[in-house]
C-alpha cells in the first residue's frame, strides 16, 4: 500500500499464547497499578508538605502583623500623650503670658493712678503714706 500501512493478519491464536499473553497483560497493569499507588503517595505526601508549609507561613505572617500592629497602637499612644503634653505646655504658656501681661496693665495702671493721687496730696499725706508702707 502507499502510506505504508500494514493491514493485520488474521490468525488465530492457541490456548497457551493466550494465556500467555493474558499472563503478561495482567503482569504490566498490576506493575502500573502499583506505580500509579506510590505515585499518589507522593503527590498526596507533597501536598500534605505544601499545605504544612503555607499553614504555618500564614501563622508566622499573621504573628507578624499582629506584632506590627500593636507596635503601631503603642507609637500612636504615645505620640497622642505627646500631643497632649505639648498641647497643655502651649496652653499653659498661653495662659502664663496673659495673666504677665494683665498683671503687667495692673502695675502700670497702679502707677498711673499712684502719680495722681500723690500729685494731688499735700506734704503730710504724702509722709504718712510713705510711712505706713
Known amino acids: 500500500m502507499e502510506h505504508g500501512y500494514n493491514p493485520p493478519v488474521c490468525r488465530s491464536t492457541s490456548v497457551d499464547e493466550w494465556s500467555d499473553f493474558t499472563e ?3 503482569t504490566e497493569a498490576e506493575k502500573q497499578r502499583r506505580n500509579s499507588v506510590r505515585l499518589r503517595a ?3 505526601g507533597v501536598l500534605q508538605t505544601s499545605c504544612n ?3 504555618r507561613q500564614r501563622s ?3 504573628l507578624a502583623l499582629q ?3 500593636n507596635e503601631l497602637r503603642d507609637a500612636k499612644e504615645k505620640f497622642e500623650d505627646h500631643l497632649n503634653k505639648v498641647n497643655d505646655y502651649i496652653l499653659l504658656t498661653l495662659l502664663l503670658d496673659v495673666v504677665t501681661v494683665s498683671l503687667g496693665r495692673v502695675n502700670s495702671n ?3 493712678v ?4 500723690s500729685s494731688q496730696r499735700t506734704g503730710a499725706e504724702e509722709r504718712a503714706l510713705r510711712k505706713s508702707t
Open 24 to 26: 503478561r497483560n495482567l
Open 42 to 44: 507522593v503527590a498526596d
Open 53 to 55: 508549609d503555607i499553614n
Open 60 to 62: 508566622d505572617a499573621d
Open 67 to 69: 506584632m506590627r500592629v
Open 110 to 112: 497702679q502707677v498711673v
Open 114 to 117: 499712684d502719680s495722681e493721687a
